[in-house]
């Protein structure tokens, strides 16, 4: 039973720390994303990449998150600094374009910035 | 503009009853996918179904069935005799057939009681 795992489950960390979050999407899997999570803002989409290059990340804040896949198997989204309106789930999914068309999604990270 | 709206914020059940969960779309495009995710107390985002635009059969899976209307842009969502791990939020979402971003409603937040 494939599944995308996500590392750690849970964080919390305070303000101003680097955050890193890490994706295993399902092997053989050509396309992640990368969604957050909120209350006041449901799910967002913040980037993806399609066979480890990155297609869009313009819903993401520049100036302090990052998202690369070093290599098929990882991707990771960083945050430095963090901020206390960073505390979200985020979410890691894949899906095979042209195949199923489908995202599977991860268990997610829930994020606390104190 | 794509857009999906589910105007059930929360709809409380009691065990065996019958529920419909409620989802309209608005979209330009003239192909496109339309799907369901469940999203337990635990919450992970369980993929239910994914239904193309030109296949409007009606679809049913145990307990689930999704009934497609173009005619009204709806995709509604309906659990038989509800059980209490019925219980979760329900996002439907909607992309288009060459775009890969995934339009989410608001979700419906189903409480089934014993």
């Known amino acids: 039973d494939a599944r995308v795992t996500q590392t750690p489950r849970h964080k919390v960390t305070e303000m101003g720390q680097e955050v890193t979050m890490r994706c295993q999407p399902i092997?053989?899997?050509?396309?992640v994303f990368w969604y957050r999570q909120t209350m006041m803002q449901g799910l967002e989409l913040l980037a993806y990449?399609?066979?480890?290059?990155?297609?869009?990340d313009s819903g993401m804040p520049k100036d302090r998150f990052s998202a690369e896949m070093p290599d098929a198997t990882l991707a990771t989204l960083k945050i430095q600094p963090s901020e206390p309106r960073d505390s979200a789930v985020y979410f890691c999914?894949?899906?095979?374009?042209?195949?199923?068309?489908?995202?599977?999604f991860g268990p997610g990270t829930r994020l606390t910035v104190l | 503009a794509q857009k999906v709206t589910q105007a059930q914020t929360e709809i409380s059940v009691v065990e065996k009853e019958d529920v419909t969960l409620d989802c309209v779309y608005e979209?330009?495009?003239?192909?496109?996918?339309l799907f369901w995710y469940k999203q337990p107390p635990s919450g992970e985002l369980v993929f239910l179904i994914r239904?193309?635009?030109?296949?409007?059969q009606n679809e049913i899976s145990g307990r689930y069935s999704w009934n497609f209307q173009k005619s009204t842009s709806s995709f509604n969502f309906t659990i038989t005799a509800s059980q209490v791990v019925d219980s979760a939020v329900y996002f439907c979402?909607?992309?288009?057939?060459?775009?890969?971003?995934?339009?989410f409603g608001t979700g419906t937040r189903l409480q089934v009681f014993p």
């Open positions: 999914a894949s899906g095979y374009r042209g195949l199923t068309d489908t995202q599977y």
């Open positions: 092997l053989g899997h050509n396309t």
């Open positions: 990449f399609r066979n480890r290059a990155p297609l869009d």
């Open positions: 979209t330009r495009d003239t192909t496109y996918y």
């Open positions: 239904r193309n635009s030109f296949d409007e």
């Open positions: 979402a909607l992309s288009g057939y060459n775009t890969d971003k995934l339009i």
